[in-house]
């Protein structure tokens, strides 16, 4: 069962503008929050994270947001850089790292 | 140059052949985990490791088998039971096996049963 869901496989956006990578998860004991970023023969690497009595989260260009109520957050950047262009991997556990549950993926791609 | 080393990149077997990859991490951690990707699915847990000499299934573990005698190095045997063992493999580990340490990946080896 798929209690972590990234429904958009591909995203494409130009230079400059923001990305949204949104993602929806069903289990109400997640409490922290991860996306990864992977590039093509690469493994995932960690980018940002957000634990849940928290709502949002910034590094530089990159803002994770969480909306528990809904059971959704989304990963933002803003400006879009080509060089952002990889798959982004949502991430949800409860108390161990043993009961992570990762997103499908979504595939980015920031045009010049 | 600490990190997460997996061999090969890519592995080609047989049908009905068990085949070893290779996971070896420099980074002192405790926690060690493998990961099975297909195509359109998240990373799926295989098995995991909070100790040395100590591991426990994970949700797919049927048709695999790991070994932790050592602190750096957390070998996964994929035995002629798996069913569909064509897959992306990923290794983890982390600094233990609690929350808010994120995990750290491998570059991950392809496997392609014949």
């Known amino acids: 069962d798929q209690q972590v869901k990234q429904n958009s496989p591909s995203l494409s956006v130009q230079e400059g503008r923001i990305s949204i990578l949104n993602c929806d998860y069903t289990?109400?004991?997640?409490?922290?929050f991860l996306w990864y970023k992977k590039y093509p023969a690469e493994g995932p690497t960690f980018l940002i994270s957000?634990?849940?009595?928290?709502d949002k989260n910034e590094d530089g260009r990159f803002t994770v947001f969480l909306n528990k109520s809904a059971k959704h957050l989304s990963l933002h950047i803003v400006p879009s850089q080509p060089g952002d262009s990889a798959v982004y991997f949502c991430?949800?556990?409860?108390?161990?790292?043993?009961?992570?549950?990762f997103g499908a993926g979504t595939r980015l791609t920031v045009k010049p | 140059d600490g990190g997460i080393t997996q061999s090969p990149k890519y592995l080609f077997r047989k049908e009905g052949q068990n085949v070893t990859l290779s996971c070896e991490q420099n980074?002192?951690?405790?926690?060690m985990y493998w990961y099975r990707q297909d195509p359109g699915q998240g990373l799926r847990l295989i098995y995991y490791?909070?100790?040395?000499?100590?591991?426990q299934k994970g949700d797919i573990a049927e048709g695999y088998s790991v070994s932790r005698e050592k602190k750096e190095s957390f070998p996964l045997t994929v035995t002629s039971a798996q069913k569909n063992p064509t897959a992306f493999y990923l290794c983890?580990?982390?600094?233990?096996?609690?929350?808010?340490?994120?995990?750290?990946f491998g570059p991950g080896t392809r496997l392609t049963v014949l």
């Open positions: 991430a949800a556990t409860g108390y161990n790292n043993n009961d992570m549950r």
């Open positions: 490791s909070q100790i040395v000499n100590d591991f």
């Open positions: 289990n109400s004991m997640f409490d922290y």
């Open positions: 983890a580990s982390s600094i233990d096996h609690r929350t808010y340490n994120e995990q750290f």
């Open positions: 957000i634990s849940s009595i928290k």
């Open positions: 980074l002192n951690h405790d926690a």
